[in-house]
């Protein structure tokens, strides 16, 4: 895919208002209910976008998304509509070049909280268990070592922090205060039934979920819905089943390459971010397109 497409590092849409730039996603404003949400190819590491971006990144993470939110409705509804593209994006060349990136979605209020669930001890869940043997209040046996599988995936939630702060780790309870108590259920238990079923898919075809990040909004009559992106290399730690030895922190199909690239460098990764070499996106746009390809072939 990458050697085909030309890079997308930002959307420039004619038509439609941009409401808001992230890191990696430019979402514009389609009418009071729906947004175009365009994922492009850029790249953030430490909290910095790069200025290297990877080539068909960004479709790459739209098509898992896509394949994700078509395996899951059977769950909970997603944010995703059938409207088309021409529809919202009338000029043909404008529409040419985003059309791989973008989705046509339903506005929806988003709830405060992250969803993540957690079936290997990684990451910042690792960092706790070190510390106080439990992650997120939920106490884990002794003796657990690092990318060791969990005896069962656990709910560990995280506020979401805005844009140039970190996200905090919360137990339960902080979720209750901040959803109520029927609400905060129904996002830990879909939670955990997601990641269930999407594990043991991808495990059969040669990838581990370890730990993945799920965000939710309700629409006017307070239903629960899916909606930003799900279980994609970026919203989650993908590792080839085939070379998994707990212990150590296993390679991942994602940004693996650019970090640790990164933590070679004379870099106090504070923007801006360095140029990356050929090399290395090469092989990263390989680990996204290999997760993608392992996924839906």
């Avoid at 992250?114 to 106080?132: C, F, H, M, N, P």
Wanted: proline share 7%; charged share 25%; glycine share 6%.
């Amino acid at each position: 895919m990458s050697a085909l497409q030309e890079v997308l590092f930002e959307s420039k849409l004619s038509n439609l208002p941009l409401i808001q730039k992230g890191k990696v996603r430019d979402i514009y404003r389609i009418d009071d209910d729906h947004m175009l949400i365009v994922t492009t190819d850029r790249l953030s590491a430490f909290d910095v976008v790069l200025p290297t971006a990877i080539p068909g990144k960004g479709a790459v993470l739209t098509a898992i998304s896509n394949f994700w939110f078509g395996r899951t409705g059977h769950i909970i509804p997603n944010h995703l509509t059938d409207r088309p593209l021409a529809e919202v994006i009338p000029d043909p060349a404008e529409r040419a070049r985003v059309a791989l990136h973008a989705v046509i979605v339903r506005k929806l209020k988003p709830l405060p909280v992250e969803a993540i669930v957690r079936g290997y001890l990684i990451g910042s869940g690792w960092k706790d268990y070190q510390q106080t043997g439990a992650v997120c209040g939920i106490q884990l046996p002794a003796g657990l070592r690092q990318a060791d599988k969990l005896p069962e995936p656990i709910y560990t939630p995280s506020t979401k922090a805005d844009v140039g702060e970190h996200d905090e780790n919360i137990d339960f309870d902080r979720t209750v205060a901040l959803l109520g108590e029927t609400l905060a259920k129904q996002v830990r238990d879909v939670s955990l039934r997601l990641y269930a079923e999407a594990a043991a898919y991808a495990l059969a075809r040669g990838i581990i979920i370890a730990d993945t990040k799920f965000e939710f909004g309700l629409d006017d009559n307070g239903a629960l819905v899916l909606i930003d992106e799900i279980l994609t290399p970026d919203s989650s730690r993908f590792w080839p089943a085939d070379s998994y030895q707990p212990g150590s922190s296993p390679p991942s199909f994602d940004k693996q390459y650019v970090r640790d690239y990164l933590e070679t460098l004379d870099w106090n990764k504070r923007a801006p971010g360095p140029e990356l070499p050929r090399e290395i996106i090469q092989k990263t746009a390989e680990k996204y397109e290999e997760a993608l390809r392992r996924l839906t072939q």
